[in-house]
């Protein structure tokens, strides 16, 4: 327990983390959750399927926190060794847990597949831990005190642990005392420098404030992010939206969008509150608009589809766009984009439509057009019809085929945020 | 130092991991960069700017490795800590590091960026420090010796870092002595589940094996990994190879990929050695075939473009689908994803088509096609020019959208490489 209240960490387990290039995502989910019912987050541990190691880790993270929530290494499989390792750092022995077991066998027979035997493991728990149900998958997870810590041990994949922490953990947590709820804000900003940004906002970003004040960079974006604490989330949340009145007139134009969700949810939530339907005609970007959107529910409402127009003979055949335009402008050029955002908007029948023409990279630039330059064109229908279009391009640094893509994604939200 | 050689950690610095949600990217990257080099990664932590966990945790992660590599914090802001933090743990005062300052200076004139005063700290570093060129952006990194361990610390982001790393890490941990090479394998498997596929192969899987063998689970796909460590990089890679003609028998039709490159990336490279270009009409992946295809350098060579068509108006108008079909079987079954994988083989003038067109959910399901229903069809374009469909279905386990669209994506890819 710190000043800012109950102290949580996380410990991501499996050697597939650590070798194998699996991205642990898990971790950042738990903080955000447990963050927001007002536990402090101070730590992060990924460590291997070697017992040692494991134990280690375990051990020193329930030694420094009050509540401590592994994920991982609860499967059937013999490189699944949780639920040992934990039993050794408690000096207990494993009991097999005959509820525990009554549920996987349930759920291998509503999902009629067959039952290896190897199941029989995920039954098992440490002497004194408290079986925690999942019911979204096989693995069972459990609840044991270790080193003073409240330390909770959920499966990896992440479905199932997202689960078993809303019907598990989170209750728990609430009734813990020494809460400091959070309030967090996200001011995103396109345009300036990083280095530039912080100068800018150097009074807010001191160690040790309240609300913190930090940048982040990603894809070319800059986020701003305030996180106060405070005993109640009432108070968090003004203390927040103080600090954020101020920040907002020094960021000027760069501020195209606010709120804690992700900028695609953005966009979806302001097209499907003005029930207007959009299209895309992408070419350097290559879908991204359209997956990044899909990937929401009820994106369907709002995204009428896209072309993903790569080659020449693409936008012309599917676009509408121009030979002689093509021709004479390039395929990198406002005007072909326009023509773009315009073919999309008529042939799907949207609202809005908005279209990206450009060079990411590596190969591909000329003197003229460098590798980073992009045109865009946003085609919006009027009430009476008509469809009016603008284009515009943005030289891009070039920082990476990736970078490029994914600046340019940013700028399509910007625009259709306007 | 190990039975496994040097041991090597990652610390990943910044509150924007803790606490606002950016996920570590960087750890997973430099662990497999380090590996291959013959180091054996132990460890991950992630910790935020608060000065007294960040030095604890970069201390720990000294006393228990050889080499560790710390990235972020090396920023011109005043929430970047990392170099008064290595520099209280070395009980030492900041020195400014003039050859630094000289670079620092550059890339502003190259960018002809304006350059603000705070940009000075960054040319700050502990006494004992080696100063690390960053030929990449402003933050230059620096390595230094701590508790026993080489110390490097470099910035956070993944482009910088990545640089950095190839340009001072990697050929410094190349010279070092106790370098335990690693090989890896990893068989791609769709069908089974993990308990399954685990007691099929459980002889590979017991602790302490050489190589290890273990299993994860990713958006439906399993991956069969094999990580062995030997004195050079042949004996590791034959160790693997032996293990993986063991197991290829094992998992028969479900086997459908092989190496360690993304399955995107083998798709790729299949289709452009084959000389074979492939277009994607999709309505419920909704432009992620499309995007993850084109996120690879040298898509353009193989990928003639796609069509998002989530709408019965997008699959008639861009893709010639019928109403007729339409009417008669929905949208959601094989004649529709058969005329859509003609409609863009035909469109594009591709060689290949893929489409796809299901129920990701949470919504749209029926009794008759419940969430998770997804069908697909695979167009080719004979050497007479005729176009051969084939289409299918898979019932998806409804395990949330995420889940039905990338394991549809998986299908897709396989598809490809039959």
């Known amino acids: 327990m710190?000043?800012?209240?109950?102290?949580?960490?996380?410990?991501?387990?499996?050697d597939e983390l650590l070798?194998?290039?699996?991205?642990?995502?898990?971790?950042?989910?738990?903080?955000?959750?447990?963050?927001?019912?007002?536990?402090?987050?101070?730590?992060?541990?990924?460590?291997?399927?070697?017992?040692?190691?494991?134990?280690?880790?375990?051990?020193?993270?329930?030694?420094?926190?009050?509540?401590?929530?592994?994920?991982?290494?609860?499967?059937?499989?013999l490189d699944d060794r949780t639920r040992d390792v934990v039993a050794a750092a408690l000096g207990e022995d494993l009991r097999f847990d005959e509820d525990s077991w009554r549920e996987v066998?349930?759920?291998?027979?509503?999902f009629k597949r067959p039952m290896p035997d190897s199941n029989r493991r995920q039954a098992e728990l440490p002497q004194s831990a408290v079986a925690l149900t999942n019911s979204s998958g096989t693995a069972p997870g459990f609840r044991v005190q270790l080193h003073g810590a409240e330390l909770?041990?959920?499966?990896?994949?992440?479905?199932?642990?997202?689960?078993?922490?809303?019907?598990?953990?989170?209750p728990f947590a609430q009734q813990l005392g020494g809460l400091m709820p959070k309030a967090q804000a996200c001011l995103r900003v396109l345009g300036p420098s990083e280095a530039v940004l912080g100068e800018r906002l150097q009074q807010f970003m001191a160690a040790g404030q309240n609300p913190l004040c930090g940048i982040t960079a990603s894809g070319g974006m800059l986020s701003v992010r305030l996180v106060a604490f405070a005993p109640t989330e009432a108070q968090a949340a003004s203390l927040c939206e103080q600090a954020a009145a101020k920040i907002r007139p020094l960021l000027g134009?760069?501020?195209?969008?606010?709120?804690?969700?992700?900028?695609?949810?953005?966009?979806?939530?302001?097209?499907?509150?003005?029930?207007?339907?959009?299209?895309?005609?992408?070419?350097?970007?290559?879908?991204?608009?359209?997956?990044?959107?899909?990937?929401?529910?009820?994106?369907?409402?709002v995204l009428q589809g896209g072309v993903v127009a790569y080659s020449n003979a693409a936008k012309q055949e599917l676009l509408g766009v121009g030979r002689d335009q093509l021709e004479a402008y390039g395929a990198v050029s406002e005007p072909?984009?326009?023509?773009?955002?315009?073919?999309?908007?008529?042939?799907?029948?949207?609202?809005?439509?908005?279209?990206?023409?450009?060079?990411?990279?590596?190969?591909?630039?000329?003197?003229?057009?460098p590798v980073g330059t992009v045109c865009f064109a946003l085609a919006k229908r009027g009430s009476s019809g008509l469809i009016d279009v603008k284009a515009w391009t943005v030289p891009i640094a070039d920082l990476g085929r990736t970078f490029v893509r994914d600046r340019a994604v940013f700028e399509v939200w910007r625009s259709l945020l306007q």
């Open 19 to 77: 070798h194998a290039g699996l991205i642990d995502t898990n971790s950042s989910y738990l903080a955000d959750q447990l963050e927001r019912v007002g536990l402090t987050v101070q730590r992060f541990t990924v460590v291997g399927d070697e017992p040692d190691q494991l134990q280690g880790a375990i051990e020193s993270a329930c030694r420094r926190a009050d509540l401590v929530v592994l994920t991982g290494g609860l499967g059937p499989t």
């Open 105 to 110: 066998l349930e759920w291998f027979a509503v």
């Open 336 to 369: 072909v984009a326009a023509a773009m955002a315009e073919g999309a908007c008529r042939r799907f029948g949207a609202d809005l439509a908005v279209a990206t023409t450009g060079i990411a990279g590596p190969g591909g630039g000329s003197e003229d057009k």
């Open 152 to 170: 909770f041990a959920l499966p990896g994949v992440p479905r199932e642990m997202k689960v078993m922490l809303k019907e598990h953990v989170l």
């Open 2 to 14: 710190t000043a800012q209240g109950l102290v949580a960490e996380v410990v991501s387990i499996g």
């Open 253 to 301: 134009e760069w501020l195209f969008a606010e709120g804690l969700a992700t900028v695609p949810q953005l966009v979806l939530e302001q097209l499907a509150a003005g029930q207007q339907t959009v299209a895309f005609a992408e070419s350097c970007t290559g879908g991204l608009c359209s997956s990044r959107l899909t990937d929401l529910p009820g994106s369907s409402a």
